[in-house]
T-cell receptor, first 113, second 114 residues
């Protein structure tokens, strides 16, 4: 059973470009969470999704950031018009329907030049 | 909203000693408390978790205790080994069964010296 998959693992963007991060949950998991980790800091919740629904987006900036988890395919975190402050590691976690334990993917390290 | 404080921020021990990391939370409705270990450049890995209906849980050299009255929980690692060196994060959530955002502590950098 493959774990949570994320791609790309590293992403370099120039200011003003778009960043698109993908997350495939573990098989059988229907809940996806996105967290951001700034260098030398803890993890901050961004958004919680189930298939085709955003359950809680209270941690996501109102502008430039969006997330989706379509019926088919991976969950996507999209950052428009990136700025240097968006440079961070973005982790996705998933949990199964019967138990809320969250398992993390390897993360995408975004660097904005 | 929920706030989780974690202490100490750094911890240095000799191999074979015990290590204790403490966390406090603010929301009395919190009911699920996982601990994650993160090695440099790697993903956070769940090492143990506890739910609010349990006071203590143990898994080999790792144990977690929960004091709901005082709103704090602790991670205990016995007989530490160099491979235990990592950053440890505690977290709390109020969601039913853990289905909710995890609020993380700031992390404890543990160094185990041979």
């Amino acid at each position: 059973n493959a774990g949570v998959m994320q791609n790309p693992r590293h992403l370099v963007r120039r200011r003003g470009q778009e960043a698109r991060l993908r997350c495939s949950p573990m098989k059988g998991h229907s809940h996806v969470y996105w967290y951001r980790q700034l260098p030398e800091e803890g993890l901050k919740f961004m958004v919680y999704l189930q298939k085709e629904n955003i359950i809680d987006e209270s941690g996501m900036p109102k502008e430039r950031f969006s997330a989706e988890f379509p019926k088919e395919g991976p969950s996507i975190l999209r950052i428009q018009q990136v700025v240097r402050g968006d440079s961070a590691a973005y982790f996705c976690a998933s949990s199964p329907p019967s138990l809320g334990t969250q398992y993390f993917g390897p993360g995408t390290r975004l660097l904005v030049l | 909203g929920e706030n989780v404080e974690q202490h100490p921020s750094t911890l240095s021990v000799q191999e074979g000693d015990s290590a204790v990391i403490k966390c406090t939370y603010s929301d009395s409705a919190s009911n699920y408390f996982p601990w994650y270990k993160q090695e440099l450049g790697k993903r956070p890995q769940l090492i143990i978790d506890i739910r609010s209906n349990v006071g203590e849980k143990k898994d080999q050299r790792i144990a977690v205790t929960l004091n709901k009255t005082a709103k704090h929980f602790s991670l205990h690692i016995t007989e530490t080994q160099p491979e235990d060196s990592a950053v440890y994060f505690c977290a709390a959530t109020t969601g039913s069964g853990g289905y909710n955002k995890l609020i993380f502590g700031a992390g404890t950098r543990l160094a185990v010296h041979p």
